[in-house]
């Protein structure tokens, strides 16, 4: 009995073999599904965090007193709202922060109603951003006189 063993034919190049030519085929798919997904979806794949503020809304009541008030609203939520304000002397400067989102005077950060001293008109521009989101699209503005005649 012959206890030598006869070697197999082992091909030249392994990826022509069957596991090569089947790892090769599950690759490629796997890079085709990549592509399409980039350029079915690109804004979600390029850039997931980022989005819109959407524009700011401005709206005016009375409160206790003889005081109206504004107050502002954004969509999403987290999006900070920039205002500069101006009494009786027309529509204030647009509103302007730096890249670090601190706001350049005489623009403010929004946090709570702003008051209209009775016998005045204010005059209030708004714009809501936040970081690596793309600000809103318009300047929201708006004018009012307290008592509203």
């Not at 082992?10 to 596991?19: D, E, L, Q, W, Y």
């Amino acid at each position: 009995m012959n206890t030598r063993s006869v070697p197999r034919s082992v091909p030249k190049f392994a990826f022509f073999s069957s596991r090569g030519l089947f790892g090769f085929g599950f690759s490629a798919i796997g890079v085709l599904l990549a592509v399409l997904g980039f350029v079915a979806f690109p804004t979600s794949s390029a850039s997931a965090s980022q989005g819109q503020c959407g524009d700011v809304s401005i709206s005016w009541y009375y409160g206790p007193g003889a005081t109206s008030y504004y107050d502002l609203a954004v969509s999403p939520s987290t999006c900070t709202i920039y205002v500069t304000t101006k009494l009786d002397a027309g529509y204030p400067d647009d509103p302007s922060w730096y890249s670090n989102g601190s706001p350049i005077s005489p623009t403010f950060i929004f946090s709570s109603d702003i008051s209209i001293p009775y016998g005045h008109t204010m005059y209030i521009k708004a714009q809501a951003w936040q970081p690596n989101w793309t600000k809103s699209v318009n300047i929201s503005s708006d004018e009012q006189r307290n008592p509203n005649i």
